[in-house]
């Protein structure tokens, strides 16, 4: 199965800037999706954004406006840029590609921490 390898994570302070990548290690056909989500400690995953085949983005409430995903279709490569980040930012963020056959990929997830 193919792997979603996920790159860019760290320490940043608040109010400064962070771009996370994720690829594929083989080739997926048929993407439905990619999407970002995230997990803070002792609490459950959720979903910050997302952008489909087609280029419909949708993003959480508490990103907007300052997160934007993009990706590269040639190189099954989805990216989250995010800007004006705050400490409750903090947490890992995993990718999320859904082939047409919902078949779902994870990665391995990436620790972003935010100091104040």
């Known amino acids: 199965q193919a792997q979603l390898v996920e790159s860019g994570g760290g320490l940043v302070q608040a109010g400064g800037s962070m771009r996370l990548s994720c690829r594929t290690s083989?080739?997926?056909?048929?993407?439905?999706?990619m999407g970002w989500y995230r997990q803070a400690p002792a609490s459950q995953r959720e979903l910050v954004a997302t952008?489909?085949?087609?280029?419909?983005?949708d993003y959480a409430d508490s990103v907007k406006g300052r997160f934007t995903i993009s990706r590269d279709s040639a190189k099954n490569t989805v990216y989250l840029q995010m800007n004006s980040l705050k400490p409750e930012d903090t947490a890992v963020y995993y990718c999320?590609?859904?082939?047409?056959?919902?078949?779902?990929?994870w990665g391995q997830g990436t620790q972003v921490t935010v100091s104040s």
């Open positions: 952008i489909t085949r087609g280029g419909s983005v």
């Open positions: 083989r080739t997926i056909f048929g993407i439905a999706s």
């Open positions: 999320n590609f859904v082939d047409g056959l919902s078949t779902q990929f």
